[in-house]
C-alpha cells in the first residue's frame, strides 16, 4: 500500500483512491480552506467556495453544506434536530468555532432581522437600493451586483424585511 502525507497535518495516511485529496481525514479537507488570523479571537476566514451571500460552503460526500455548520460540528459535536448555527459576528464567511453558537430556528430569523448590522451596505445604500427599484431603473440582479449583495438581500431591503429603521 502507498501511503501519502496529509497537505493539511502532515500525518501519514493510506489513500482510499489515487484520485482521491491530498488529506487524512475530513477534518484536514475542511480546516486546510480557513485562514485563522493570529489572533485567533478574529473571524476565521474560509477560503473555499462561498454562496451568493457570501456564506462557505464545504461538499461532505457529495452534497454541499454550509461551512459554518460543519465547523461547529467538528469542533462540538453533533447538532440536533431543529438546531440552527448563527453566527456572533459580522461576517458569513467566518467559520471561527468561538463565532458560532447554536438556536432555533424562531432565533435565526430574529437574529437575521439584525443582518443589516453585518451588511456590506449602510442607511445611504438602502435609501439608493429602494430608490433605484422603485424607479425601475434596475432589476434586481443589477442592484444586487452594483451593492455587491443578495439577490435575495435586494429583496428583503426593498420589501422592508431588512433595515426596517429606514424609510
Given at each position: 500500500?502507498?501511503?501519502?502525507?496529509?497537505?493539511?497535518?502532515?500525518?501519514?495516511?493510506?489513500?482510499?483512491?489515487?484520485?482521491?485529496?491530498?488529506?487524512?481525514?475530513?477534518?484536514?479537507?475542511?480546516?486546510?480552506?480557513?485562514?485563522?488570523?493570529?489572533?485567533?479571537?478574529?473571524?476565521?476566514?474560509?477560503?473555499?467556495?462561498?454562496?451568493?451571500?457570501?456564506?462557505?460552503?464545504?461538499?461532505?460526500?457529495?452534497?454541499?453544506?454550509?461551512?459554518?455548520?460543519?465547523?461547529?460540528?467538528?469542533?462540538?459535536?453533533?447538532?440536533r434536530a431543529g438546531q440552527c448555527v448563527l453566527h456572533q459576528c459580522k461576517r458569513l464567511s467566518?467559520?471561527?468555532?468561538?463565532?458560532?453558537?447554536?438556536?432555533?430556528?424562531?432565533?435565526?430569523?430574529?437574529?437575521?432581522?439584525?443582518?443589516?448590522?453585518?451588511?456590506?451596505?449602510?442607511?445611504?445604500?438602502?435609501?439608493?437600493?429602494?430608490?433605484?427599484?422603485?424607479?425601475?431603473?434596475?432589476?434586481?440582479?443589477?442592484?444586487?451586483?452594483?451593492?455587491?449583495?443578495?439577490?435575495?438581500?435586494?429583496?428583503?431591503?426593498?420589501?422592508?424585511?431588512?433595515?426596517?429603521?429606514?424609510?
Open positions: 500500500m502507498k501511503t501519502a502525507a496529509c497537505d493539511h497535518c502532515g500525518e501519514c495516511y493510506v489513500p482510499e483512491t489515487p484520485k482521491t485529496s491530498n488529506f487524512c481525514c475530513l477534518d484536514c479537507r475542511f480546516w486546510a480552506k480557513v485562514k485563522v488570523p493570529e489572533d485567533k479571537s478574529e473571524c476565521w476566514e474560509w477560503k473555499g467556495s462561498k454562496s451568493t451571500d457570501g456564506s462557505g460552503r464545504f461538499s461532505v460526500k457529495g452534497v454541499s453544506l454550509p461551512a459554518y455548520r460543519i465547523a461547529y460540528k467538528l469542533s462540538n459535536g453533533d447538532i467566518c467559520v471561527n468555532p468561538g463565532h458560532l453558537f447554536l438556536g432555533t430556528h424562531k432565533d435565526k430569523y430574529e437574529h437575521n432581522d439584525l443582518r443589516e448590522v453585518r451588511s456590506k451596505i449602510d442607511e445611504n445604500d438602502v435609501v439608493e437600493i429602494r430608490k433605484l427599484w422603485n424607479e425601475g431603473a434596475l432589476n434586481q440582479q443589477e442592484i444586487a451586483k452594483r451593492f455587491e449583495i443578495s439577490t435575495t438581500q435586494v429583496w428583503a431591503v426593498v420589501h422592508g424585511k431588512l433595515w426596517k429603521h429606514v424609510p
